[in-house]
């Protein structure tokens, strides 16, 4: 008897084992689908890649308590690149081992360039929040939720040029860092030639923190653009109070998400006004984006982790995946955990490729009372509104 129950036992623990292995170590669970990603969890950018992970996060659950997708709910599964593109592969790796059948890509455009190769290879598709690089979406699997560096650079020209008539206009950028020249080339590109003759530039290259000559060149500008990430940004904002200059204003694209919450950084003692080309509102006070604020403060801290566009574009991104896959499945499209992640992929294609679908969402230019309209081209870019959005007035 004794020994009956001990090979009962073990079979049980057997199968239980069996079991355990085959959802959690590369196999499919047909009640769940996983959306993968990678991003900055820990170091300089991790303020991006936490509120892309709180706020896709924040959908899913929304999803999977209003019922899911017929039932099905949805996984998030994100891994710490650290912003390196040399930890992708092995991540990449291990999200497939792990089940991953759609997913966010990666938050920022260096380590997607080396995560879209990768999914060209198996087919899977991606829908990324923030990576703005032109070369992201490059192949038919590859879509972006934000405006690519070309668009948001064109973009930037067409403000200047509407607004900002009769301004000397000046350019802070990075010469050596394809997110910066991609803007900066773009928004040359569309500038008016009004602006030309008098426009002035200045750049710096790798880990550059003093920008005294920097600021010489550009003291005598009134607007000055800066396609650049929000540290140089604030270090050459702080370093520029020691000079006499006639900047008025500091624009940025979505590199500057995130200046007011840098540590260290005191931007009330910034005299000139601070704004961004934008496709989020994140002071919103009414309408859908304010909405989202308040529900992503209410779960997260936000001291700590602060919301930024880049959360708001992940919870975009989500939300369109599963409105692409309701529209599927009403057509008659079999999706559920075992779908594969190549098949999954021409299953979304379709749908975003429709000259149907639009998407309504909280990033672009939303009203007081209706979601913006979103929709993507061929290419895989986005088709939004973009805004201006102040995050510091000038002081008085």
């Not at 991006?48 to 999977?64: F, H, T």
């Not at 607004?163 to 802070?172: E, L, S």
């Not at 910034?270 to 080309?277: A, K, N």
């Not at 001291?303 to 995946?321: H, S, T």
């Amino acid at each position: 008897m004794k020994k009956t129950f001990c090979k009962v036992l073990a079979l049980v623990m057997c199968l239980a084992m069996i079991s355990a292995c085959f959802v959690g170590c590369g196999g499919k669970n047909d009640d769940v689908i996983v959306i993968g990603l990678t991003g900055p969890l820990t170091g300089a950018a991790s303020i991006y890649g936490i509120a892309v992970k709180n706020s896709a996060q924040l959908a899913v659950d929304e999803i999977n308590a209003a019922g899911g997708l017929n039932g099905i709910q949805f996984k998030l599964d994100m891994r710490d690149d650290q912003h390196n593109a040399e930890n992708v592969a092995n991540l990449y790796t291990g999200l497939m081992e792990d089940g991953m059948q759609v997913s966010l890509g990666t938050v920022t455009t260096k380590p997607g360039l080396e995560f879209k190769n990768l999914s060209k290879e198996d087919n899977v598709f991606f829908l990324t929040p923030s990576a703005t690089g032109d070369a992201i979406p490059e192949f038919a699997n590859g879509y972006q939720m934000c405006f690519a560096d070309s668009n948001q650079g064109t973009a930037a020209a067409k403000f200047f040029n509407e607004n900002y008539v009769g301004k000397k206009v000046g350019i802070f950028f990075k010469a050596d860092d394809e997110y910066s020249t991609g803007i900066n080339n773009n928004f040359k590109a569309a500038l008016a030639d009004s602006f030309k003759a008098d426009l002035k530039e200045a750049s710096f290259t790798g880990d550059a923190s003093t920008f005294d000559s920097q600021i010489q060149t550009l003291k005598d500008c009134e607007i000055v653009f800066m396609p650049i990430y929000y540290t140089p940004a604030s270090q050459f904002m702080t370093q520029a109070n020691n000079i006499d200059n006639s900047i008025t204003t500091y624009y940025g694209c979505d590199g500057f998400d995130g200046i007011d919450a840098i540590e260290g950084f005191d931007i009330s003692k910034v005299p000139q006004e601070i704004s961004m080309l934008s496709h989020f509102n994140s002071t919103a006070t009414e309408g859908p984006a304010a909405d989202f604020i308040k529900k992503y403060n209410d779960k997260y801290d936000e001291a700590k982790e602060p919301l930024n566009q880049f959360g708001a574009a992940a919870y975009d991104c989500v939300y369109a995946i599963y409105e692409a896959l309701k529209i599927a499945v009403e057509n008659g499209k079999e999706v559920d955990g075992k779908t594969s992640a190549s098949d999954m992929c021409e299953i979304l294609k379709e749908v975003f490729n429709s000259d149907t679908f639009v998407f309504r969402g909280i990033t672009g230019k939303c009203t007081a009372t209706e979601k913006s309209t979103i929709s993507w081209s061929n290419d895989g870019t986005v088709v939004k509104e973009a805004i201006k959005y102040i995050v510091k007035e000038k002081n008085a």
